[in-house]
């Protein structure tokens, strides 16, 4: 079992944390995820969690299949994952090496995972490869221009946990000698992985947090704080979101149906 200690640690570096309780924020991104990934569906037969941590998202999603898979590189947070989502076929594999056939999935789900990947191209080209034709990819990533760089950062060899402020906001020289552990995407860089692959984009948005530790210690203040950001998210001003909310979906190639082959 993990320790505590790690989580502020060299693992939560180089991984990120998972979500380790359900709240409301993960609550929302659920929402989002079955709006947009099932596409009016109410059951699908295979759903993947790409990156899955310790099952919090493959048990949530276990309603909505008639099997959720899920892979991790970390063979601690699987060992976790196999209490929260008994029954659930999970995996000890790399993102860029899929254990599971081509076009043998209906739902992919990769919830802030490519930005920690060795090779994210490769890692989209897997999500692809699996999917089913007409079926979806729902991806969660860092946005560079969120104020906070939410991994931490290292200082003088020294790594510091926790939001350090901007630092998303400097060239990118400076940005990833700060952070050089975690990826952070804009728009068009976040596209660009699916440049060539047989795919089309159904949505792609900027979202905010869901403030639950602000919320549980002063609920008055995290009430406003969602109030106010999540209407921004309906505006120009949705580009300073946490995260990028991506939905792909996997086409037949056809003379009348091409690959993306440039950022839209």
């Given amino acids: 079992m993990m320790e505590i200690s790690d989580l502020h640690g060299e693992r939560a570096a180089l991984r990120g944390n998972p979500s380790f309780v359900w709240r409301t924020g993960q ?29 919090m998202y493959v048990r949530a999603l276990a309603p ?11 063979a601690d947070y699987l060992r976790i ?10 995996c000890l594999a790399a993102a860029e090496a899929l ?10 789900l990769s919830h802030e995972v490519l930005e920690h990947v060795a090779d994210d191209r490769a890692a989209v080209a897997e999500m692809v490869r699996v999917l089913r034709p007409g079926s979806r990819a729902v991806i969660f990533v860092p946005n560079r221009f969120y104020p906070f760089e939410t991994h931490g950062i290292y200082w003088r060899g ?43 984009v159904v949505h792609h948005s ?12 002063r609920p008055a ?24 909310l991506l939905v792909v979906e996997k086409v037949v190639p056809q003379s009348n149906l091409d690959p993306i082959r440039k950022p839209i």
């Fill in 27 to 55: 609550s929302r991104r659920l929402d989002m995820i079955v709006s947009w990934g099932l596409a009016g569906r109410e059951r699908v037969e295979h759903i993947l969690v790409d990156g899955c941590g310790v099952g």
């Fill in 64 to 74: 909505y299949a008639e099997r959720v898979s899920g892979i991790d590189i970390e």
């Fill in 81 to 90: 994952a196999q209490s929260n989502a008994p029954g659930a076929l999970l």
């Fill in 99 to 108: 254990p599971f056939a081509d076009q043998s999935v209906d739902l992919v």
């Fill in 158 to 200: 020294t790594y510091h946990f926790g939001n350090i402020p901007l630092v998303n906001y400097l060239p990118d020289g400076l940005r990833n000698r700060l952070a050089p552990h975690v990826r952070t995407y804009t728009a068009s860089s976040l596209r660009r992985l699916f440049i060539g692959q047989p795919v089309r």
């Fill in 206 to 217: 900027q979202i905010f947090p869901g403030y639950d530790n602000l919320t549980q210690r």
């Fill in 221 to 244: 203040l995290g009430r406003i704080l969602r109030r106010l950001t999540y209407a921004m998210e309906h505006s120009p001003l949705c580009v300073m979101g946490l995260s990028h």
